[in-house]
């Protein structure tokens, strides 16, 4: 399966609201050049400064709608991809401020103010940022600094004034107030003395102060908010397209989870990018993140349920993650348009042998025996059914067939091993899982058992080191941290042992042995109330799997 890309030029629009910035073209159009030209890395810092200045454009949008919230988090994305210009850090500041984040516009303002401390429009904001946090000794020092800066700018003197009230310096505010008014226009003198006696005669004068504020508002009329809601738009359509193009250059090159990351931020800004949900499952599917590529494979499937990779991909992540009725209705599914495709029929079989549907799994094989004649899947296969029916002496035989035909074929020696265990046989099942691992380093699932085994042979120090391998690298393998933590427990460290049943009965709560150790483990750990909370729930779990109900 291949990452697809919807290839198609954007429409640079003339009108100003509708046209990206002349930065953002030319490093959209960069990235994509370096792209097919085979330069990544190159291509990605282009990639990163169009986004840089598209999302600057975009809270710039925000803002002048009034949607604080939405510009803050545009805006902030703008300065994670280096876009840190003066002007991108005050629009920061300023829609964090508006949408009463206070503490989040600390951040961009003491950056801009240790670049240049004499920006009267940081400086202002920064005072007012204070004043909003009740911090009015700061405030009052960074308005006074502002006051130097422009003396004669009313917004900073009026917030200086209000506040020295709110330090009781009455002197001090009614100075600047005789000031404002000397300055002011005839026109202006009363809209001045409306706010100055709002200022001294309001209890702890924060009508004033909502007032004044309210009145630095200018909201959109609507013709202008829906040409704003227009640009938006637009907008997030290009940067879903340039997530895109960095998901699918990321993909290409291995990097998964980086892919995972453009691909999510595309989906959010567009839901109707062509490819975007399909590309960010099968990335997820590569990552061997299952459980994340069902939501992204389904959605797919909704917009388009024609894509036939898209429920294949479907089916696999359903039996990766342990689904196999799932797996298995989808890969039936897959089978109609896919009639021939002898690895579906596979994977089929072993979702089917998983549900312990063995008449059905047989059914499948006999398909694949028909299609294709002897083979080593089938082989393997076949030693799975015999060993469903606990027909332990015909299913090594059959697995040893497979390996005959093919000595490095994966599974095989994963299923003998199991079939070794279930006979008690651990010596030879600690072979074959070492065969296994030797074959395929990565199979977390042969060093499992592998380290079930040891610690069942007494080979305590090897069991634990697999155990903890498989843990490292899939920390959301319950029945791993379950077996390392009995195994721990049973070695004395209580510690050790809770926090890995812990974490295990968080990821299966409904496994009755799981609660059932970890209740031991709080009992070893004096942790009485707690244990008995865990065997009350082992036994409601048992009664439930009995078919009755706990009085």
């Known amino acids: 399966m291949v990452f697809q890309l919807a290839l198609f030029s954007l429409l640079w629009f003339a009108a100003l609201l509708q046209s990206p910035t002349e930065a953002m073209q030319r490093h959209d159009k960069a990235a994509q050049e370096l792209q097919s030209a085979g330069k990544p890395d190159a291509a990605v810092a282009e990639y990163q400064a169009a986004l840089a200045a598209g999302y600057r454009q975009l809270g710039k949008l925000f803002l002048a709608a009034g949607e604080y919230q939405q510009a803050a988090q545009a805006l902030t994305q703008a300065v994670a991809y280096g876009n840190t210009a003066p002007t991108t850090l005050i629009e920061q500041a300023t829609a964090f401020f508006y949408a009463q984040q206070y503490e989040q516009a600390l951040a961009p303002l003491q950056m801009m103010l240790t670049s240049d401390g004499r920006n009267l429009a940081a400086r202002q904001l920064l005072g007012k940022v204070y004043f909003r946090r009740g911090q009015f000794a700061s405030a009052v020092g960074e308005l006074e600094r502002a006051a130097t800066l422009a003396p004669n700018d009313f917004e900073t003197s009026y917030m200086l004034a209000l506040a020295y009230i709110k330090q009781q310096r009455m002197a001090l505010a009614r100075q600047i107030f005789e000031r404002l008014l000397q300055q002011a226009s005839a026109q202006e003198r009363d809209k001045v003395q409306a706010y100055i006696k709002a200022a001294e005669h309001q209890k702890n004068n924060g009508q004033a102060v909502e007032n004044f504020f309210r009145a630095q508002v200018n909201p959109p009329d609507a013709l202008r908010k829906e040409k704003l809601k227009a640009s938006q738009h637009y907008y997030t359509q290009v940067l879903a397209r340039i997530h895109h193009q960095w998901g699918v250059l990321e993909a290409e090159r291995q990097n998964f989870r980086a892919a995972i990351e453009q691909f999510r931020a595309a989906a959010h800004h567009d839901a109707g990018l062509r490819d975007v949900y399909y590309n960010w499952g099968l990335a997820c599917y590569k990552a061997e993140g299952y459980q994340e590529a069902i939501p992204a494979l389904a959605t797919e499937l909704k917009i388009n349920p024609a894509n036939l990779n898209a429920k294949h991909l479907l089916g696999m992540c359903y039996f990766m993650a342990d689904d196999y009725a799932a797996a298995a209705a989808t890969l039936r599914e897959v089978l109609l348009a896919k009639p021939n495709n002898l690895a579906l029929y596979y994977t089929l079989s ?94 977390d699932l042969a060093r499992y058992h592998l380290g079930v085994v040891l610690l069942a042979s007494g080979k305590t120090a090897s069991g634990l080191q697999r155990l903890r391998e498989v843990i490292a690298h899939k920390p959301e393998f319950a029945d791993a941290r379950f077996e390392l933590g009995k195994a721990l427990l049973q070695q004395g460290d209580v510690e050790g042992a809770t926090k890995n049943l812990e974490a295990a009965v968080k990821l299966a709560p409904d496994k009755a042995h799981i609660q059932y150790q970890l209740g031991r483990a709080y009992t070893a750990a004096g942790r009485d109330a707690e244990a008995q909370r865990c065997f009350a729930i082992f036994k409601q779990l048992k009664d439930k799997e009995r078919g009755r109900t706990a009085p």
């Open 350 to 443: 072993l979702a089917l042998l998983k549900q312990n549907k063995v008449e059905e799994a047989s059914a499948v094989i006999q398909k694949m025996v028909q299609m294709s004649g002897d083979s080593p899947l089938l082989h393997i296969l076949l030693g799975q059914a015999h060993s469903a029916h606990n027909e332990d002496e015909q299913a090594l035989a059959e697995l040893q067939k497979a390996l005959a035909m093919d000595n490095k074929i994966p599974l095989a020696h994963f299923y003998t091993g199991l079939v070794y265990v279930k006979a008690g046989k651990f010596a030879e099942a600690t072979q074959e899982f070492d065969e296994e691992l030797f074959i395929n380093p990565k199979d």
